[in-house]
């Protein structure tokens, strides 16, 4: 196991309440001077170096040999985007050449007239992506260019986050490991905003644990926030951790900033009504009856056990509605269309390691960023759960997935010596 408390500290040996990042620095210098500081360690760099080789031969792969998806749609850098929302997001595109602020404003204003008639909708997608795929022209050029942009968000994205695992003390073949798990390097070949929220969170997280903050990592967390919220509705639950961190940092530590708290509580209801329509109509895909493993969520609402007691059964089939959402989240799930059954285990493999993550995370990870956890799940548990929500997150799960595995491994491991040393015949002594 490599050492990294010579760069910065364990994240173990945190106080619960303090920031993830240790000993952050308060300047972009000396952000900068760190990080070079944590490169010169060979085993951090010979992980980026398998990150962005990984993403590139992949990227390179796809041209030559293009990956169907679910809907067995040919996803390659050569192609256009070929996932389902990639619709809407045009859709939007186009009212945002055709359709002046005044008639939006007026769109939402009649939303919020009869909110909860069926007719309506999302009114728009967040501009970020829309207008980056305006930006690359990719409905009439080559999406050539869009894809190589991803290719250099997605990478930028997992250094970061290599960093971040390799100053809370994992061993090397964990940075190995996460260099390589496939579901990032998906979400940048498909060409998904999910990909983009995922680098915004990012910056938001790495700049946010920080105490105290610099100008700089208020400008930047600030930015991350307000550019998520423009990207996915996700967004919304980083202002209201922010606003709850807010709150709690005054009452524990008593520091007064009323203005700071008051702008947040600005943000939150002018995104809370921005995004409301889409949080609406997501809601009404939850009344959808989802299946998860080829049984339908009313099933496991109305009990699945005819032959237990009704209060017995109902705690079963719930527990098991439970289980089989975290499951679904975690990517431990069946394909939902046609791919191929070694794609299915390559995509589900991570959850072998985030499954163990979220629970390390319920009760070894700092309150702080347990908040930030537990906000940005619930909603997406409130509704149909998938794999690609985690995006943002899934370096969080894999970094406690793998700090229970090292314990794990410790504790089986001591009690391997204990019990050879008491049954000698258990070791294999050579000759």
Same mark, same amino acid.
């Given at each position: 196991?490599?050492?990294?408390?010579? *760069?910065?500290?364990? &994240?173990?040996?945190?106080?619960?309440?303090? /920031?993830?990042?240790?000993?952050?620095?308060?300047?972009?210098?000396?952000?900068?001077?760190?990080?070079?500081?944590?490169?010169?360690?060979? @085993?951090?760099? %010979?992980?980026?170096?398998?990150?962005?080789?990984?993403?590139?031969?992949?990227f390179a792969g796809a041209i030559i040999w293009p990956i169907p998806n679910e809907g067995?749609?040919?996803?390659?850098?050569?192609?256009?985007?070929?996932?389902? #929302?990639?619709?809407?997001?045009?859709?939007?595109?186009?009212?945002?050449?055709?359709?002046?602020?005044?008639?939006?404003?007026?769109?939402?204003?009649?939303?919020?007239?009869?909110?909860?008639?069926? /007719?309506?909708?999302?009114?728009?997608?967040?501009?970020?992506?829309?207008?980056?795929?305006? $930006?690359?022209?990719?409905? #009439?050029?080559?999406?050539?260019?869009?894809?190589?942009?991803?290719?250099?968000?997605?990478?930028?994205?997992?250094?970061?986050?290599?960093?971040?695992?390799? @100053?809370?003390?994992?061993?090397?073949?964990?940075?190995?490991? =996460?260099? *390589?798990?496939?579901?990032?390097?998906?979400?940048?070949?498909?060409?998904?905003?999910?990909?983009?929220?995922?680098?915004?969170?990012?910056?938001?997280?790495?700049?946010? =644990?920080?105490?105290?903050?610099?100008?700089?990592?208020?400008?930047? %967390?600030?930015?991350?926030?307000?550019?998520?919220?423009?990207?996915?509705?996700?967004?919304?639950?980083?202002?209201?951790?922010?606003?709850?961190?807010?709150?709690?940092?005054?009452?524990?530590?008593?520091r007064h900033n009323y203005l700071s708290l008051l702008g947040v509580v600005v943000l939150?209801?002018?995104?809370?009504?921005? +995004?409301?329509?889409?949080? *609406?109509?997501?809601?009404?895909?939850?009344?959808?009856?989802?299946?998860?493993?080829?049984?339908?969520?009313?099933?496991?609402?109305?009990? $699945? *056990?005819?032959? $237990?007691?009704?209060?017995? #059964?109902? $705690?079963?089939?719930?527990?098991?509605?439970?289980?089989?959402?975290?499951?679904?989240?975690?990517?431990?799930?069946?394909?939902?269309?046609?791919?191929?059954?070694?794609?299915?285990?390559?995509?589900?493999?991570?959850?072998?390691?985030?499954?163990?993550?979220?629970?390390?995370?319920?009760?070894?990870?700092?309150?702080?960023?347990?908040?930030?956890?537990?906000?940005?799940?619930?909603?997406?548990?409130?509704?149909?759960?998938?794999?690609?929500?985690? +995006?943002?997150?899934?370096?969080?799960?894999?970094?406690?997935?793998?700090?229970?595995? /090292?314990?794990?491994?410790?504790?089986?491991?001591?009690?391997?010596?204990?019990?050879?040393?008491?049954?000698?015949?258990?070791? &294999?002594?050579?000759?």
């Amino acid at each position: 196991m490599v050492s990294y408390t010579n *760069i910065t500290g364990s &994240m173990r040996s945190l106080d619960r309440t303090t /920031q993830v990042i240790p000993t952050a620095p308060s300047t972009l210098r000396k952000t900068i001077g760190k990080f070079q500081e944590c490169a010169k360690h060979r @085993i951090f760099l %010979w992980a980026v170096l398998m990150a962005i080789l990984a993403r590139s031969v992949v990227f390179a792969g796809a041209i030559i040999w293009p990956i169907p998806n679910e809907g067995l749609l040919l996803v390659s850098p050569l192609h256009p985007p070929a996932y389902q #929302d990639i619709s809407f997001y045009l859709s939007s595109l186009e009212r945002y050449g055709s359709v002046s602020p005044v008639e939006l404003l007026s769109q939402f204003i009649e939303f919020y007239q009869r909110p909860l008639e069926k /007719q309506f909708g999302h009114i728009i997608a967040g501009p970020v992506f829309p207008g980056l795929v305006a $930006l690359f022209n990719i409905r #009439d050029g080559s999406p050539l260019p869009f894809a190589i942009f991803f290719l250099i968000v997605g990478s930028v994205t997992a250094i970061m986050w290599l960093w971040i695992l390799a @100053i809370s003390g994992v061993s090397r073949w964990w940075l190995f490991l =996460f260099s *390589i798990v496939p579901n990032p390097i998906w979400f940048m070949l498909i060409l998904s905003p999910d990909a983009l929220f995922a680098f915004m969170v990012c910056l938001f997280y790495v700049s946010y =644990f920080r105490d105290p903050w610099s100008t700089f990592d208020v400008i930047l %967390w600030c930015c991350a926030a307000v550019l998520a919220l423009l990207t996915r509705p996700n967004g919304l639950s980083l202002l209201v951790f922010v606003f709850i961190d807010m709150i709690a940092r005054h009452l524990l530590y008593n520091r007064h900033n009323y203005l700071s708290l008051l702008g947040v509580v600005v943000l939150i209801i002018l995104f809370s009504l921005y +995004l409301y329509p889409y949080f *609406i109509t997501e809601l009404r895909k939850s009344l959808v009856d989802t299946q998860y493993f080829g049984i339908r969520s009313s099933e496991y609402i109305s009990g $699945l *056990i005819d032959i $237990l007691p009704a209060w017995l #059964d109902l $705690l079963v089939s719930w527990a098991a509605f439970a289980g089989a959402k975290l499951l679904y989240f975690v990517g431990l799930r069946p394909s939902y269309g046609e791919t191929a059954t070694a794609l299915v285990f390559i995509r589900a493999a991570a959850g072998v390691v985030l499954l163990p993550g979220l629970i390390h995370i319920v009760f070894a990870m700092p309150r702080r960023q347990k908040l930030f956890v537990a906000l940005f799940c619930l909603p997406i548990f409130l509704g149909p759960t998938q794999d690609r929500y985690n +995006l943002p997150i899934l370096p969080l799960l894999f970094l406690h997935g793998a700090l229970a595995y /090292q314990v794990l491994y410790k504790q089986w491991g001591g009690l391997w010596r204990v019990l050879s040393a008491a049954h000698p015949h258990n070791r &294999m002594v050579p000759k």
